[in-house]
């Protein structure tokens, strides 16, 4: 760390870390950031490294354009373009997870739309979005959002949304805290899973709008107590 930090946060930052990986939202890839509270223009990340082995002393801090501040020989992760480019048109977010956690990546490549099937889940609303790299970066890239120009058509396509789908990688959640974003990106992967064992069985029946934004305030209302025992469990290892 190389700047004045709230200590709390960056405990929350590692925390989720690991929290995420103990849900199967984050494996050996995948990222999180937090806005720097006292410092809007930045965010804080771990160095580039497996999300389960991150310690405090492992978080960077980078400006919006996703510069490592007083790098010193250290780097952050190559899809760092995510988070600086969502924080720049998303005044609203604070938290960022770009993860490939499994369940969604069926309703990126085929079109089947990911939509809110239970109560837990209203957030998603009644869209959620596909950033297709191809339209920015033709049919022979890696996937993955290696720049600024890549980083800024997905968090486009984000747009007001809590969650994008990217076709055949992954997702991104934003939240307005690390608690409400692992919230939502626990309960995208949840709900892709159940709506993908619906599907088969027959016509599904989804939150209305209504419903949709109605069990998104209750779940908002509730952030802390899944966090608390998800923290437990992560660090339990169970
Ligand atoms: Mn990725």
Redesign the pocket.
Known sequence: MNTTHDPALIDDLVVANHILVNQGVLDG??HISVRDPAHLQRFFIARSMAPALVQADDILVCDLDSNVIDERGRKTYL?RFIHGEIYKLRPDVNAVI?S?SPSVIPFGVTGARLRPICHMSGFLGATTPVYEIRHNAGENSDL?VRNHALGKALAEVLGDHPVALMRG??SVAVGSSIQQVVYRAIYTENNARLQAMSMPLGEITYLTDGEARATAEMGDQHLDRPWQMWKRDAQQGR
């Open positions: 890839f995948g899809e770009h490939h993955l990688h992954g």
